[in-house]
């Protein structure tokens, strides 16, 4: 799965409470209409029209609309970070609210979300940390992470990317699988060697 991450703040005003409450993420897109079925070609067309965004914000619209509305799908991961927390969810689909309904021009276009825990910001492994200091309002992490991959890397325990490139990660899922099954043995030796090798693959 993909992990994206947001920003809280929209037009000068921090929407994580209302966010968290109501189980969505929003986008502040007011020139565009429901993007549902709506291709990207034509998402951009529609920001590209006379007295709408040009030049170097047109392409800063274009990939925010791209990631929100395309890149992003249903079960990918997202982090927002809020001053020194930051908050996990599982994303669902993409769905417009009418602006009349919407209240504020900046709460169209959303996205659910199961939002999962909040931790501190410091806690995070570096490499996340790293991630959350881009300056876009919405980013792409640079490759897919199962959720075993998103705990290490939540927790700061573990250098991902250093184990990957020993070993792949499938073959450390099938591995981990093998000693679980193991600590289900009726040999008390081998359940305590099994469990052993999990906790100190979990150092």
């Avoid at 492994?125 to 876009?136: I, P, S, V, Y």
Wanted: aromatic share 8%.
């Amino acid at each position: 799965m993909q992990l994206f991450s947001m920003k809280s703040v929209i037009h000068g005003t921090n929407r994580m409470e209302e966010w968290l409450e109501e189980n969505y993420v929003s986008f502040g897109w007011p020139e565009l209409c429901d993007l549902e079925g709506v291709s990207k070609e034509e998402a951009v067309n529609q920001l590209s029209q006379p007295g709408k965004a040009q030049g170097r914000l047109l392409d800063e619209l274009a990939e925010e609309v791209y990631a929100f509305v395309y890149a992003m799908q249903d079960g990918d991961y997202l982090l927002v970070a809020e001053e020194d927390r930051v908050h996990l969810g599982n994303l669902g689909d993409y769905y417009y609210v009418d602006q009349a309904e919407a209240a504020e021009d900046d709460k169209c276009h959303r996205r659910g979300v199961t939002w999962l825990q909040s931790r501190p910001r410091t806690e995070l492994h570096e490499e996340l940390q790293r991630f959350l200091e881009h300056e876009a309002a919405i980013g792409q992490f640079e490759r897919p992470v199962t959720h075993e991959q998103l705990e290490w890397l939540l927790s700061g325990a573990a250098d991902v990317s250093r184990t990957a490139g020993l070993v792949d990660v499938k073959t450390i899922e099938e591995a981990l699988d093998i000693l679980k099954q193991a600590m289900r043995s009726d040999d008390a030796a081998r359940r305590e060697r099994a469990a052993a090798a999990i906790l100190q693959f979990a150092k």
